[in-house]
């Protein structure tokens, strides 16, 4: 294909990257890991992006018990708001927002969930160029 750089060349590379390189295809691929990470969230907790660190597109997960006004807001280093998504009221489960980082240049930025206008969890993540 055309991500040549995301082709594991020994089986141990492939097991360290399983998730990251699953998070690459469309539609509902998540390894048995993955899975498992998204049931053991608690409600209003977020997963680690996957993948990260990453170039091009991440996935942000994270866990409702109940129907929520949800919005999930992307900062730089030095706390500058670069994205925001408002998803509006979500249905209770694990549901994620897929975040593009055309644009941005190479960096670790953070991103927090916001539940019912209320900060919930927070973590960071890495863009590499």
């Known amino acids: 294909g055309n991500l040549t750089e995301h082709i594991p060349v020994l089986r141990l590379q ?3 990257k399983r998730d990251d390189l699953l998070a690459l295809l469309p539609g509902d691929q998540l390894s048995e890991t993955m899975k ?3 049931n053991s969230l608690k409600t209003g907790e977020l997963l680690q992006n ?5 170039n091009g597109s991440t996935q942000i997960w994270y866990k409702l018990n109940e129907e929520s006004n949800v919005s999930v ?3 730089d280093y030095t706390g500058k708001e670069i994205r ?3 998803k509006g009221m979500v249905d209770k489960g694990a549901h994620f927002v897929e975040f593009n980082s055309a644009g941005l240049p190479t960096g670790i930025y953070f991103y927090n969930l916001e539940i019912d206008g209320k900060l919930s969890d927070a973590k960071k993540m890495t863009v590499v160029r």
């Open 14 to 16: 492939f097991e360290q």
């Open 36 to 38: 498992e990470n998204i």
């Open 50 to 54: 996957v993948p990260n660190p990453f």
């Open 73 to 75: 807001k992307v900062y």
């Open 84 to 86: 925001t998504f408002n």
